[in-house]
């Protein structure tokens, strides 16, 4: 079964003080994993698409990157309105399961003034 | 371009009612795939119905069940309700069947009595 951790569960920053949010995944063959931000109230906002090891996206203050088995979301400078739950999820390349999206518990960001 | 919308976005049952929710995915998207979100906790999948069939089902009872229209909105239906149905409901649409990059609707938020 396709199993996601994210981690840490919450994380307090300052502002422009920079971080990295980690994801770590098992999944039978990856057809991509994806990073969403969730704000309050809201449905998930999608950010990345990574398809294999050594990929890289960038997206204003945001990184992501992925290795065979984990994925980091790096903040760079990040400024309060950068706060929210930043998911993580897997979606398998085959075998009955490539139709959904596997979300971790997501990574709740603060970043304070 | 309206993103997805749902209805409603809150309602309260008591247990062992039942339950409609209502989704429109962006105008163009023929994926639709709804997702329940536990407070503390990533979205789930239920279902994902693709040219009004279904192609996926997660590990959800049998109380739960959906359609697709042939105007791509979708319905999910939750029957005899549990105090643990209580959660948020997510309605996504995509482009595609096997893409991840999906377009959430901001959600419905369900409270069982």
């Known amino acids: 079964e396709d199993q996601v951790t994210q981690s840490p569960e919450a994380l307090r920053l300052q502002e422009g003080e920079s971080s990295s949010l980690n994801c770590s995944y098992t999944?039978?063959?990856?057809?991509?994993l994806f990073w969403y931000r969730q704000d309050p109230g809201k449905g998930p906002e999608f950010l990345f698409t990574?398809?294999?090891a050594g990929e890289e996206k960038e997206k204003e203050r945001l990184k992501a990157t992925l290795t065979k088995k984990e994925s980091f979301l790096h903040i760079t400078a990040p400024k309060p309105e950068d706060s929210a739950t930043y998911l993580c999820a897997v979606q398998a390349k085959s075998g009955g399961s490539n139709y959904k999206l596997t979300f971790g518990k997501g990574t709740l960001l603060t970043v304070n003034p | 371009d309206a993103g997805v919308t749902q209805s409603p976005t809150h309602l309260i049952k008591t247990r062992g009612q039942h339950v409609t929710l209502r989704c429109s995915p962006i105008s163009g998207h023929k994926s639709v795939s709804w997702y329940q979100q536990v407070l503390g906790q990533g979205p789930q999948f239920i279902f994902q119905?693709?040219?009004?069939?279904?192609?996926g089902r997660g590990n959800f009872p049998d109380r739960f069940s959906a359609r697709q229209f042939p105007n791509y909105s979708s319905e999910l239906n939750v029957n005899a309700l549990l105090l643990g149905d209580s959660a948020l409901y997510l309605c996504?649409?995509?482009?595609?069947?096997?893409?991840?990059?999906?377009?959430f609707g901001e959600g419905s938020r369900l409270t069982v009595l």
């Open positions: 999944v039978s063959g990856l057809r991509g």
């Open positions: 119905y693709y040219e009004k069939e279904e192609r």
């Open positions: 996504a649409s995509s482009s595609g069947l096997y893409t991840g990059e999906l377009f």
């Open positions: 990574l398809y294999s």
